[in-house]
C-alpha cells in the first residue's frame, strides 16, 4: 500500500524524537499521511478543516495533507479545492482511490456510495475513514467489515466518522463511566433533534430518498445517538421497541444544488418522502439498563439539539450539544445536603484533547470534533493500532437501526439485536 514517505535527516530525528516543529505546524516535518477525500458539501468542509488544523494544533507522528479531493463537478470540485486548502482535484472517485500518492480515502458522500468506495479504496491498499452511518443496509456494512478485517492483515486501517465522541465532555464522560464514577448502570436518556423540515416545503433532497440515505431521521440521526450511547456506556444494545413516522409524505423536488441540510425547491414538482422523519425508541442494554431514543427532523427550533444522560446506582452525568464545552455530573455518594448536579467547564489540559488547545475556559466548538477525528487516525495510523469506532462498530450501529425499522413495522414489537 501506499506507505507515508520516510523523511531523512534532521526530519528524520525530529520525527523519531518527537520534537519536530515547523512555523507551518507542529508535525510539518514529519512523514507526511497523504490524504483523498470524496465529497466537499458539508462533511467535505468539516473534514477539510479536520485535516488542515490536525497537526497544527497537535504535535502528530504523520503530517496530514490535503493532496486530492473528489466530486463529479469539475468546476465545484476545483472551487472547493481552492476554498479548502487541497492540492488537487479528481471527477471520478474511481480514479482518486487508484492514485499512488494517496494513502488515506476519507468518504464524505452520502450512504449509497460508502460501500463501493469503501470496497475500492481497501482494495487499493487505502486506510479509510467513513462517514456515518457506515452503510445503507446491514449486507452492505457487513461486507465491509468483511473487507476491512482482511485489510487489517496487511496493516491498512478503518473507521467510522462518528465524531461526537471526539467532544471533549464526551470523552470525559466515558472515562468517568470507566472510572466507575456512576456504578452500575440503570438507565440511559437520549434524544437528537432537529427541526429543518417542519416546513412542508422543505425540498426532497437526497436525505429523503431511502435509495440514497439508507433510512431518514433513524440513520441519520439515530445512528449518532445510538453509537454515542453504547460508547459512553461501554456496552452495547440487546434490542429495541419502535415507532417511525412519516409524517409530510410528498415534497417538492430540489431545483439545483442541495448542500448539508439546505436546498431551493425546484418548478413545485413533487415527489415521495421514502425515509422516515421521525424515529422514537426504547432499549434494553445487555447488562439489563434501559434506554430510550428519540430522533427526529420535526422538532420546531431545535436545530442540533443532542441530549445523553446516563444514570447509574452511584452517580449521573449529562450532556448537551448545545452547551459542548460543559458535562453535567451529579455524584450520588456525597451527603445529600449539600449534594447536586455539578458543571464541569471541560477545557482544563488535563480534559481529553484540550492539552493542546487554548487556556482554561477559551472553549472549543462543533468543528474541533473533526480535528480530533483526524488526529485520533493519524495516530493510529502512526502506531499500527486499529482505530475506534471501527467498522464492525459501525455494523453493530447499522444492525440496530435495522431491529428498530422491523420493530416499528411490527407495532413496536421487542425486537432482538442480531450479533
Ligand atoms: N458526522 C456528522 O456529524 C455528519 C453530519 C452530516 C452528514 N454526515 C454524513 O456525511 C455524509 C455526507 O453528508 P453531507 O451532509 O456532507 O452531504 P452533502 O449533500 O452536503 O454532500 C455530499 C457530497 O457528496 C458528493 N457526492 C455524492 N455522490 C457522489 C459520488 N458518487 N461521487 C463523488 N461525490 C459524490 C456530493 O457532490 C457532495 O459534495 C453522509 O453519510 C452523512 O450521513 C455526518
Known amino acids: 500500500m501506499g506507505q507515508p514517505q520516510q523523511p531523512e535527516g534532521a526530519e528524520a530525528e525530529a520525527a523519531a524524537t518527537g520534537t519536530g516543529t515547523a512555523a507551518t505546524g507542529a508535525s510539518a516535518s514529519r512523514p507526511p499521511l497523504r490524504v483523498?477525500?470524496?465529497?466537499?458539501?458539508?462533511?467535505?468542509?468539516?473534514?477539510?478543516?479536520?485535516?488542515?488544523?490536525?497537526?497544527?494544533?497537535?504535535?502528530?507522528?504523520?503530517?496530514?495533507?490535503l493532496t486530492a479531493i473528489c466530486g463529479r463537478d469539475a468546476d465545484a470540485v476545483r472551487a472547493a479545492a481552492d476554498r479548502h486548502g487541497w492540492a488537487s482535484t479528481e471527477t471520478d472517485w474511481r480514479a482518486l482511490v487508484e492514485?499512488?500518492?494517496?494513502?488515506?480515502?476519507?468518504?464524505?458522500?452520502?450512504?449509497?456510495?460508502?460501500?463501493?468506495?469503501?470496497?475500492?479504496?481497501?482494495?487499493?491498499?487505502?486506510?479509510?475513514?467513513?462517514?456515518?452511518?457506515?452503510?445503507?443496509?446491514?449486507?452492505?456494512?457487513?461486507?465491509?467489515?468483511?473487507?476491512?478485517?482482511?485489510a487489517a492483515e496487511r496493516g491498512q486501517l478503518a473507521m467510522v466518522g462518528f465524531n461526537y465522541r471526539r467532544v471533549p465532555a464526551t470523552a470525559l464522560a466515558r472515562r468517568m463511566?470507566?472510572?466507575?464514577?456512576?456504578?452500575?448502570?440503570?438507565?440511559?436518556?437520549?434524544?437528537?433533534?432537529?427541526?429543518?423540515?417542519?416546513?412542508?416545503?422543505?425540498?426532497?433532497?437526497?436525505?429523503?430518498?431511502?435509495?440514497?440515505?439508507?433510512?431518514?431521521?433513524?440513520?441519520?440521526?439515530?445512528?449518532?445517538?445510538?453509537?454515542?450511547?453504547?460508547?459512553?456506556?461501554?456496552?452495547?444494545?440487546?434490542g429495541v421497541s419502535a415507532l417511525t413516522e412519516t409524517f409530510v409524505r410528498?415534497?417538492?423536488?430540489?431545483?439545483?444544488?442541495?448542500?448539508?441540510?439546505?436546498?431551493?425547491?425546484?418548478?413545485?414538482?413533487?415527489?415521495?418522502?421514502t425515509v422516515d422523519d421521525a424515529a422514537v425508541f426504547t432499549g434494553r442494554f445487555t447488562s439489563g439498563a434501559l434506554a430510550s431514543f428519540e430522533a427526529t427532523r420535526y422538532a420546531t427550533g431545535r436545530k442540533n439539539a443532542l441530549r445523553i444522560e446516563l444514570n447509574g446506582e452511584r452517580g449521573s452525568l449529562a450532556f448537551d450539544l448545545e452547551r459542548l464545552n460543559e458535562l453535567s455530573y451529579h455524584d450520588g455518594t456525597e451527603p445529600g445536603a449539600h449534594a447536586g448536579f455539578r458543571r464541569i467547564l471541560v477545557t482544563e489540559p488535563d480534559h481529553p484533547y484540550l492539552d493542546a488547545w487554548?487556556?482554561?475556559?477559551?472553549?472549543?466548538?462543533?468543528?474541533?470534533?473533526?480535528?480530533?477525528?483526524?488526529?485520533?487516525?493519524?495516530?493510529?495510523?502512526?502506531?499500527?493500532?486499529?482505530?475506534?469506532?471501527?467498522?464492525?462498530?459501525?455494523?453493530?450501529?447499522?444492525?440496530?437501526?435495522?431491529?428498530?425499522?422491523?420493530?416499528?413495522?411490527?407495532?413496536?414489537?421487542y425486537t432482538p439485536i442480531a450479533v
Open 177 to 238: 463511566v470507566a472510572e466507575g464514577r456512576i456504578g452500575r448502570l440503570r438507565h440511559v436518556r437520549v434524544t437528537y433533534l432537529q427541526d429543518w423540515l417542519v416546513d412542508p416545503q422543505a425540498p426532497l433532497t437526497w436525505r429523503l430518498r431511502k435509495e440514497l440515505a439508507g433510512s431518514g431521521s433513524l440513520g441519520d440521526l439515530g445512528a449518532h445517538i445510538v453509537d454515542l450511547a453504547q460508547y459512553l456506556t461501554g456496552e452495547r444494545l440487546a
Open 36 to 65: 483523498g477525500m470524496v465529497g466537499y458539501a458539508f462533511m467535505g468542509a468539516a473534514h477539510s478543516q479536520g485535516w488542515r488544523t490536525a497537526g497544527r494544533v497537535f504535535d502528530l507522528p504523520l503530517n496530514p495533507q
Open 358 to 413: 487554548w487556556p482554561p475556559g477559551h472553549g472549543l466548538g462543533y468543528e474541533h470534533t473533526f480535528v480530533h477525528q483526524a488526529r485520533d487516525l493519524v495516530h493510529a495510523v502512526a502506531e499500527g493500532r486499529r482505530p475506534e469506532p471501527s467498522f464492525a462498530d459501525g455494523l453493530q450501529v447499522q444492525r440496530v437501526l435495522a431491529a428498530v425499522e422491523e420493530s416499528a413495522e411490527k407495532n413496536s414489537v
Open 99 to 150: 492514485r499512488d500518492d494517496i494513502d488515506l480515502v476519507d468518504i464524505c458522500t452520502p450512504g449509497d456510495s460508502h460501500a463501493e468506495i469503501a470496497l475500492a479504496a481497501l482494495a487499493a491498499g487505502k486506510h479509510v475513514l467513513c462517514e456515518k452511518p457506515l452503510a445503507n443496509t446491514v449486507a452492505e456494512a457487513e461486507a465491509m467489515v468483511r473487507a476491512a478485517e482482511e
Open 250 to 273: 410528498r415534497r417538492p423536488l430540489p431545483g439545483g444544488a442541495a448542500v448539508g441540510l439546505s436546498a431551493v425547491s425546484a418548478d413545485g414538482t413533487t415527489g415521495e418522502v
